[in-house]
T-cell receptor
Framework: AQSVTQPDIHITVSEGASLELRCNYSYGATPYLFWYVQSPGQGLQLLLKYFSGDTLVQGIKGFEAEFKRSQSSFNLRKPSVHWSDAAEYFCAVGADTGRRALTFGSGTRLQVQP | NAGVTQTPKFQVLKTGQSMTLQCAQDMNHNSMYWYRQDPGMGLRLIYYSASEGTTDKGEVPNGYNVSRLNKREFSLRLESAAPSQTSVYFC???????????FGPGTRLLVL
């Protein structure tokens, strides 16, 4: 069975500082990996995704993530955080067969200090 | 092009009441999903539909029924609501052959 672990429940960074959100997954084959962002009271917006190829993927809003197979990780990064980045971030893994439902991590809530 | 829409946005029920959460997508996607989101647990799959007329149970289907009468709409029904069903419910759709799911804005349900 696939699973996703986001070790950090809550992270606080200062505006302008760099950000890294951790994500570790467990999956038997090559995973499809996603990062979604959820602003307060809103739905989920796709930030970026990895299916194959280049292990460093670029997303919207200046985010990027790096797939490291040896570490079973897919960490999300941003060089300089903006106050509008305050939200909850979810890492998810998807299967490449069957119903292709997503398995989500428990989320990391990001707070940005002025 | 509205994407995935959900109604209502917010609902309060009393224990034992029934209700149907509506979801519709205008992207001509075959696959649709219902998830629930609880604090500290991420999203969990309730039901899945691969196409019109077909449904399949997910991780947490107990207490729910679904209906996929046409390609656009996928409804979730609570026959007898329980406080444990207090949650935020998300509907999603996915085009055939692609892996990305597109989510609706969610329905926040409170069962008293």
């Amino acid at each position: 069975a696939q699973s996703v672990t986001q070790p950090d429940i809550h992270i606080t960074v200062s505006e302008g500082a760099s950000l890294e959100l951790r994500c570790n997954y467990s999956y038997g084959a090559t995973p499809y990996l996603f990062w979604y962002v959820q602003s307060p009271g809103q739905g989920l917006q796709l930030l970026l995704k990895y299916f194959s190829g280049d292990t460093l993927v670029q997303g919207i809003k200046g985010f990027e993530a790096e797939f490291k197979r040896s570490q079973s990780s897919f960490n999300l990064r941003k060089p300089s955080v903006h106050w509008s980045d305050a939200a909850e971030y979810f890492c998810a893994v998807g299967a490449d067969t069957g119903r292709r439902a997503l398995t989500f991590g428990s989320g990391t809530r990001l707070q940005v200090q002025p | 092009n509205a994407g995935v829409t959900q109604t209502p946005k917010f609902q309060v029920l009393k224990t034992g009441q029934s209700m149907t959460l509506q979801c519709a997508q205008d992207m001509n996607h075959n696959s649709m999903y219902w998830y629930r989101q609880d604090p500290g647990m991420g999203l969990r799959l309730i039901y899945y539909s691969a196409s019109e007329g077909t449904t399949d149970k997910g991780e947490v289907p107990n207490g729910y029924n679904v209906s996929r009468l046409n390609k656009r709409e996928f409804s979730l029904r609570l026959e007898s609501a329980a406080p444990s069903q207090t949650s935020v419910y998300f509907c999603a759709s996915r085009p055939t052959g692609q892996e990305t799911q597109y989510f609706g804005p969610g329905t926040r349900l409170l069962v008293l």
